[in-house]
């Protein structure tokens, strides 16, 4: 992880950090295979250190982490879920702009 605001997720730790959340979380599924989800990285990153202590942001290995990979039908890498209240609100599939991410976040936090 390149920035310490990125939560690593697991099927473990899942229920605790995101679905008994108290503050929005963006869940980053991804691959260490997965060319589009390396060029995702630097903006989760980003977007973990402009929100820290707001929102959790963080990263699931879906070939380490199949049990909530499966669970949210992710088929496709990088998928994206924002998760509010412990519930799926918006989800995102393949590469995306960080100020279309931003502006879910945003409408989660001030919702």
Same mark, same amino acid.
């Given at each position: 992880?390149?920035?310490?605001?990125?939560?690593?997720?697991?099927?473990?730790?899942? #229920?605790?950090?995101?679905?008994?959340?108290?503050? $929005?979380?963006?869940?980053?599924?991804?691959?260490?295979?997965?060319? &589009?989800?390396?060029?995702?990285? &630097?903006?989760?990153?980003?977007?973990?250190?402009?929100?820290?202590?707001?929102?959790?942001?963080?990263?699931?290995?879906?070939?380490?982490?199949?049990?909530?990979?499966?669970?949210?039908?992710?088929?496709?890498? &990088?998928?994206?879920?924002?998760?509010?209240?412990? #519930? $799926?609100?918006?989800?995102?599939?393949?590469?995306?702009?960080?100020?279309?991410?931003?502006?879910?976040?945003?409408?989660?936090?001030?919702?």
């Amino acid at each position: 992880m390149a920035s310490e605001h990125t939560i690593e997720f697991t099927d473990g730790n899942f #229920e605790a950090e995101v679905i008994n959340s108290a503050v $929005p979380v963006l869940v980053d599924y991804w691959a260490e295979w997965c060319m &589009p989800c390396k060029m995702l990285a &630097p903006t989760i990153d980003e977007i973990a250190t402009e929100y820290d202590g707001k929102v959790k942001i963080g990263k699931m290995d879906t070939d380490s982490n199949r049990e909530y990979s499966m669970k949210y039908g992710i088929s496709a890498i &990088p998928t994206l879920i924002l998760f509010k209240d412990g #519930e $799926p609100i918006k989800k995102f599939v393949g590469l995306q702009q960080k100020a279309e991410l931003m502006a879910a976040i945003d409408e989660a936090v001030s919702a």
